[in-house]
Nanobody, 124 residues
Framework: QVQLVESGGGLVQAGGSLRLSCAASGRTFSRYAMGWFRQAPGKEREFVAAISWNGGSTNYADSVKGRFTISRDNAKKTVYLQMGVLRPEDTAVYYC?????????????????WGQGTQVTVSS
């Protein structure tokens, strides 16, 4: 069982940066791949980024490539999403998720545990 708690969301102007964190509980965090997803009002949840169990593989949505970076610290049981050059269309609730096969999948169906989400609002 893994419990996930996101933090770091907030209000930022377009062009600005934010870093999201996702803290995990449980002894087996290092076995899980971790992903970030987001959901804007009236839209489906969409993939943002994922990282494999050891950080050796990452995967990004085309819409965030070159602007967002996912990383993890297994000793701290935390995954991060560094977001830069933010745009109003990045406004959403951001969720982290854990996947127990260790691979950086993009499909939310592959993920077994989810956090409660943190709101990111980008003003124009």
């Amino acid at each position: 069982q893994v419990q996930l708690v996101e933090s770091g969301g907030g209000l930022v102007q377009a062009g600005g940066s934010l870093r999201l964190s996702c803290a995990a509980s449980g002894r087996t965090f290092s076995r899980y791949a971790m992903g970030w997803f987001r959901q804007a009002p009236g839209k489906e949840r969409e993939f943002v980024a994922a990282i494999s169990w050891n950080g050796g593989s990452t995967n990004y949505a085309d819409s965030v490539k070159g602007r967002f970076t996912i990383s993890r610290d297994n000793a701290k049981k935390t995954v991060y999403l560094q977001m830069g050059v933010l745009r109003p269309e990045d406004t959403a609730v951001y969720y982290c998720a854990a996947e127990n096969h260790g691979s950086a999948y993009a499909s939310p169906d592959e993920y077994d545990y989810w956090g409660q989400g943190t709101q990111v609002t980008v003003s124009s």
